[in-house]
């Protein structure tokens, strides 16, 4: 299988982009709501055995010098689940209305409490290494109770 992951790049121009979008909307008094998407930890296991997740780390870096973001991504206890369970997502990418409502209610403060307390963290320039930190101590966790998903992702992607 190709690897889908050999030209996951950091790009500074769609940063600037993203930079310029945030600014008009300080200007018009709109507060953005940046987040990454809770994709399955598949999907961020697929990103780390393909040799790109320090380019990953580096991404959200750059992000949270734009403005702060909510981080959905990781090995939580929505993104972890097990991969064959369709009942929070249809694919490793695409989660279903359930997932997106949680996201929803955490970043806009609807319904405290509803979700799990490990989903959704918002990111800021102060807390980016604690938090990359504590995903890497999860993706341990997370590697160590599924070697085998682990072996085989490792055969599905080419180095």
């Known amino acids: 299988m190709e690897n889908i992951y050999i030209n996951y790049k950091l790009s500074y121009v769609a940063l600037h982009r993203l930079q310029r979008i945030t600014s008009i909307c300080e200007q018009k008094n709109i507060k953005p709501n940046l987040f990454i998407h809770p994709s399955h930890g598949l999907q961020w296991e697929g990103i780390r055995v393909a040799g790109r997740w320090e380019e990953f780390e580096d991404w959200k870096k750059e992000?949270?010098?734009?403005?702060?973001?909510?981080?959905?991504?990781?090995?939580?206890?929505?993104?972890?689940?097990?991969?064959?369970n369709y009942d929070l997502y249809f694919d490793q990418s695409h989660y279903r209305k359930r997932v997106g409502n949680l996201v929803l209610n955490r970043m806009l403060n609807i319904h405290e409490g509803s979700g799990p307390e490990d989903f959704g963290y918002l990111i800021t320039t102060d807390n980016i290494d604690q938090h990359m930190q504590r995903i890497r101590e999860e993706r341990t966790r997370w590697q160590k109770d599924n070697p085998e998903i682990i072996k085989s992702i490792e055969m599905l992607i080419e180095k």
Do not use: H, R
């Not at 992000?63 to 991969?83: A, H, R």
């Open 63 to 84: 992000l949270v010098k734009i403005s702060p973001v909510w981080d959905f991504s990781g090995y939580n206890s929505i993104t972890s689940t097990p991969p064959y």
